[in-house]
C-alpha cells in the first residue's frame, strides 16, 4: 500500500499459503476470555490434534502459540551441532539456527548429509514447490541424525491436504520433531496455533520452554472444535482440490509455466515474472516472489471467483507492456543461506 497505494480493502492477496476459506469460528464460553486455562481445556485439544494429526500412543504432543515459536525454539533446545536445511524452503528455519550460531548448509535432497552437520531440516511437502520426501528418505535421514546426537525436523505446515503422509510414526524410535501448522489448512492465522510431535523426552523440553498457559483460552476452544470436525476438513480437501484447478487454469492461459506448489498456492515460472509482480502490484494485486531466482511467482487461491476473474483481466492486461526493474515483495527463503545442490520441483 506504501508503494502503490489503496487500503486494504482495495487489495487481493495472494501473497500466502493460507486457506481462504476459514473455519468457521464455533461460540465460545465467557470463560474462555475470562479465565486462565485450564488442563480440561488443553486436554481437549491435544486429543483432538492426537487424532487428526495421527499422532502414535506413546508419542508426545505440544501445543504452542503458533508454529513460529517451536521453530524459533528448537535450535535452543537441542543438542549443540550445525544443521542443514532442506531447500530452497520457507526461510525462518535458517534464521532461527544462525540465531544461535550454527552453521547452516542448505542442500537439495537426502541423498547426501554432509558429514559436518548434526541435524537436518526438511518441510514436507516443501514452500514453495510443493516437493514431497519420500517416507523412506525420511526414516533413513532420522537414523543418520540419531547416530550424531542429532534432531530430523520435519515441517509439515501443509500436510492437512494429505494428512496419512505424516511423519509422526518416526518419532518412536527416532529424535525427530514434527511441526503441525493449524492456521494454514483452517484459515486462521490469527489463532496462533501449532504443534510439535516428538519424542517424550524432547516434547517434554519443548512444554517446559513454553511454559504454562502458553496456549490462550479461544485458541484451546477454537482448536478443539476445528480438530475435530473430520467432515468439514474432507469437504475443505476436495474444495481447495477444484479451486486450485481452476486458478491452475488462469495461470496456464497467461503463459506460466508450472513449477510446483500444493492446493493451498501454485509455484510457476515466466522470464518476465519481476515485470508481472510489478503490474500486478500496480494493480493491487500481491502475489510472492523470490531472491533467488526472479523466474518464480508464488499466487494463493482466491477467496471468491470474483477475485481469480480479477487476477484473470489483470494479467491479460499485463500479456504485453514494457519491461520493469525489480521492486520490493514478500519472500521466501533466506540469502544468507547458499544451495549446495539443486532442488527439483
Known sequence: MALHGGTRGDWLDLSTGINPHAFPLPDLPAEAWTALPDEGSLSRLNDAARRAYRVPEGVGLVAAPGTQALIQWLP?????????????????????????????????DFTAIPDDVRHVVVVNPNNPDGRWSDPAHLAAAARDV??????????????????EATAASL????????????????????????????????????????????????????????LGDERWAETMRIRLREEASSLDAVLAEAGFAPA??????????????RRIH??????????????????????????EDSGRDRLAAALRGLATGPGHGAVQGTMTGSPACSVTSASTP
Open 171 to 226: 518419532c518412536r524410535e527416532a529424535p525427530v520433531v514434527v511441526l503441525r501448522s493449524f492456521g494454514k489448512f483452517f484459515g486462521l492465522a490469527g489463532v496462533r496455533l501449532g504443534f510439535a510431535v516428538a519424542p517424550p523426552v524432547i516434547a517434554e523440553a519443548i512444554a517446559w520452554a513454553l511454559g504454562p498457559w502458553a496456549v490462550a483460552g479461544p485458541a484451546l476452544a477454537i482448536g478443539a472444535a476445528a
Open 260 to 273: 510446483g506448489g500444493t492446493d493451498l498456492y501454485r509455484l510457476v515460472r515466466h522470464p518476465e515474472a
Open 76 to 108: 535452543v533446545l537441542a543438542p549443540a551441532g550445525d544443521v542443514a536445511v532442506v531447500g530452497p524452503t520457507y526461510g525462518e528455519h535458517a534464521l532461527s539456527w544462525q540465531r544461535v550460531r550454527a552453521k547452516v548448509q542448505t542442500i537439495g
Open 146 to 163: 540419531g547416530a550424531r546426537g542429532g534432531w530430523l525436523v520435519v515441517d509439515e505446515s501443509f500436510l492437512d491436504l494429505r494428512p
Open 278 to 303: 510489478e503490474g500486478l502490484a500496480a494493480a493491487r494485486i500481491w502475489v510472492r516472489r523470490f531472491d533467488w531466482d526472479d523466474r518464480l511467482l508464488r499466487f494463493g487461491l482466491p477467496a
